[in-house]
């Protein structure tokens, strides 16, 4: 659903999701979802089947690890296998291997069951943007309820709730332009401070074709680039990466 990139081993790695945790009659509940590895270059490296429904996957510097959060990280829905944030293996080179390791279960305060959280190593806390608002919650593993919320000002950036991505919001590491929303129907990507105050847009190319499917997943902010979808380009569909900030 996701982009991640890790900077040591120059790879990117792009995360499916939509497939739900199903048991046969030889295996335990697993999702079919899979996680795909690239070079630097868009060079196919590799892809993984973990066993989780990806909706966030991220590089975590304070753990060294790529992470991925599930669907239904919060138990909106009820609770389900397999659901939670998880590490995945990863080999020396920077291979995907199909095994994983645990880094926290399900949690209240992400809220909608398909929110595609961003995070933030520096306070390592997560932003969760909800469905069909303006809200972004903001999460520190170590509560059960989220510890802030960040109201997005759509009015002042001139769109409305169901004009952007539903599910997604980045965070830039950029100081007081924190927060990166795609809008799907103007093509552009908003900007806004941690304080949810809007600071600007930066224009994507008009001859970018997006879908109804932009507004709820195909988005990634990784490498100080913001990743969008294309699913009619290529075999499997294709990621551009575009530098939205100055």
């Given at each position: 659903m996701t982009v991640a990139y890790i900077p040591k081993l120059k790879h990117y790695y792009i995360a499916d999701g939509g497939l739900a945790?199903?048991?046969s009659e030889f295996?335990?509940?697993?999702?079919k979802s899979q996680i795909h590895a690239y070079d630097d270059t868009g060079k196919y490296i590799n892809s993984s089947?973990?066993?989780?429904?990806?909706?966030?996957?991220?590089?975590?510097?304070?753990?060294?690890?790529?992470?991925t959060v599930t669907y239904n990280v919060s138990s909106d829905v009820g609770f389900s296998p397999n659901t939670g944030i998880y590490s995945i293996d990863l080999t020396d080179t920077g291979e995907l291997k199909d095994t994983s390791g645990d880094v926290f279960g399900f949690n209240p305060a992400f809220g909608d069951a398909a929110t595609m959280p961003s995070y933030n190593p520096e306070t390592k806390q997560y932003y969760a943007k909800q469905e069909r608002s303006n809200k972004v919650?903001?999460?520190?593993?170590?509560?059960?309820?989220?510890?802030?919320?960040i109201s997005l000002d759509l009015t002042k950036a001139g769109v409305a709730f169901d004009d952007i991505s539903d599910h997604f919001?980045?965070?830039?590491?950029?100081?007081?332009?924190?927060?990166?929303?795609?809008?799907?129907d103007h093509k552009a990507a908003l900007i806004f401070?941690?304080?949810g105050k809007y600071v600007g847009k930066s224009e994507l190319?008009?001859?970018?074709?997006?879908?109804?499917?932009?507004h709820y997943n195909g988005t990634g902010y990784a490498n100080n680039m913001l990743f969008v979808y294309?699913?009619?380009?290529?075999?499997?569909?294709?990621?551009?990466g575009f530098n939205v900030l100055n």
């Open positions: 945790p199903m048991p295996e335990s509940a697993a999702s089947k973990p066993g989780y429904d990806n909706r966030s996957i991220y590089y975590n510097p304070n753990s060294n690890k790529l992470e919650w903001v999460v520190d593993l170590k509560s059960r309820d989220k510890v802030g919320e919001v980045a965070y830039s590491g950029v100081k007081g332009e924190e927060l990166v929303v795609l809008d799907v401070d941690l304080n190319p008009k001859s970018l074709k997006l879908h109804a499917q932009n294309r699913e009619n380009e290529g075999e499997f569909g294709t990621y551009y």
